[in-house]
């Protein structure tokens, strides 16, 4: 029966367990009477939720407190056991799976190296598959345990009026690639265990904004500072985050040639594989035959030695010339979007860290408005390299919330036949 809100009684106690269940994940233990205040539920709401919640084995007891005179209160959290969810990050220099319980506490995890195959479309398809069967063997959990596999991808994601996911990376090469339903063909999973596919960097935003440095702002902007540049805008009108192209505005008019074809993109400036071949282009000596994190920690020892040794003056220039870049392109975020906060991540933004920051934070003030500018602040992540596949890790959790506990429905059987075929005309003769 739906009331006049059009809310059924179903829709009632769905909420109700997500309001319990949220607030015992992001603040418990609580006690029964300490969930009343915090979730706006009765005492009697509190008690049949908590007893549902405890039946379907999602909470367990945590110890006691006293109370004020009474019987000692019982203490209830999430059991984190009772559910499991893998975070995927398609990064650029490797895929990584990992495995987490419902508390995101990591149970195992694998690594796939792009150094030779890139982004060739079979073969992240195959690391992915086989990364998922690793880490449930692992662990030793089976497959139906899951929740959902969350995956962060670089590029724009679509969905399809099927209920799939299509991604659309100009800068890897991927044009409208249907990656869940290549998923699904052979998949070690379930048709019950749903995929969740985003941009990279929203998950990264998810991450920062669940368990980082975001957590209590209204308004962020989370960077992700890799070989490209992308960022994840959060408002109160897009509490989830949105993914924003923020890699592709143009800094400079019929400027340096950037990998998604288009010219003068802060990406083309900014990114990692864009400092590494600036560098080489100046006269530095990049090191050949490795990865680009590798390559950039020899950039940044070559910037700056350990005492008594000489700098290299071009990769010096050229970090110098980046900080400024990214402060510039920082200010545009600040005079579009207002934030409260503006959190570096990505492993290029780890490994330039705190030594690079305060230049990139002077620039973007010098750049921004000052109004918007004196009420911002702009640090690095707190999450380490492991916040996008988290992030990826907290899509199957939030829809896991969002359903009251539940898990997803069954998934339709089969993709849509036409992707096959799609492909195999993109495919080389």
Known sequence: MAGRNGRTVRDLRRANRTAVLQ??????????????????????????????LVAD?????????????????????????SGHMIGVDVGETRVRVELFDLTLTELARTERPLIHQGYDVEVIVGHIRDGITEVLATAEIAPEQLLGVGIGVPGIVERTPDGGAVVHGQTIGWDAVPLEALLRDGSPLPDTVPYFIDNGAKTLGQAEMWFGAGRGARNAVVVLFGSGVGACLVTPEVEHGRAVEWGHLTVRVRGRRCRCGALGCLEAYAGAESLLERWAEQGGRPPTDTDEETALTAMLAAAYPAEGDAADPVALAVLEETAEYLGAGLSDLINLFQPERILIGGWAGLQLGARFLPAVRRHAMSYALRHPAERVTIDLGRLGPDAVTVGAAILPLADFFARGGRRAEPVPEGPAPAWRAALQERAPH
């Open 23 to 52: 607030r015992l994940y992001f603040d418990g233990p609580l006690s029964r009477f300490e969930l009343g205040p915090v979730t706006g539920l009765s005492s009697g709401s509190v008690s049949n939720v908590v007893a549902d």
């Open 57 to 81: 084995g999602l909470l367990e007891e945590a110890g006691s407190v006293d109370s004020d005179g009474g019987r000692p209160r019982t203490l209830l959290r999430v059991a984190p056991g």
